[in-house]
Nanobody, 126 residues
Framework: QVHLAESGGGLVQAGGSLRLSCESSYVTFSEYAVGWFRQGPGKDREFLATISPSGRTYYADSVKGRFTISRANRKNTAFLQMSGLKSEDMGVYYC????????????????????WGQGTQVTVSS
């Protein structure tokens, strides 16, 4: 079982930046695709970004150009660098992981993911 733990959330002013981390306890983290999702107040969980084991990435249009997903397989950690934050970016941010057969595979639907973290809160003040 993959255990994931997010960190790095907090309060930031509109236009500011935050870097979220997702640490995995699984020793073969490099065989997992990772995704970041967000759930805003009164909203459904939405996809933000995903990264394959090889580093191939895909983003939701809402965050493209502002958010960057990356990973450090040796540290069993993935990251979400967020800049140009807006009030609509506020919510609980979750990382998720799924074992994949191909180093270039990733997923952008929540149903594909096997393991989820507990989430970290991001608050954007205007």
């Amino acid at each position: 079982q993959v255990h994931l733990a997010e960190s790095g959330g907090g309060l930031v002013q509109a236009g500011g930046s935050l870097r979220l981390s997702c640490e995995s306890s699984y020793v073969t983290f490099s065989e997992y695709a990772v995704g970041w999702f967000r759930q805003g107040p009164g909203k459904d969980r939405e996809f933000l970004a995903t990264i394959s084991p090889s580093g191939r990435t895909y983003y939701a249009d809402s965050v493209k150009g502002r958010f960057t997903i990356s990973r450090a397989n040796r540290k069993n950690t993935a990251f979400l660098q967020m800049s140009g934050l807006k009030s609509e970016d506020m919510g609980v941010y979750y990382c998720a992981a799924v074992a994949v057969d191909s180093e270039n595979a990733y997923y952008y639907t929540a149903q594909e993911y096997q393991a989820w973290g507990q989430g970290t809160q991001v608050t954007v003040s205007s």
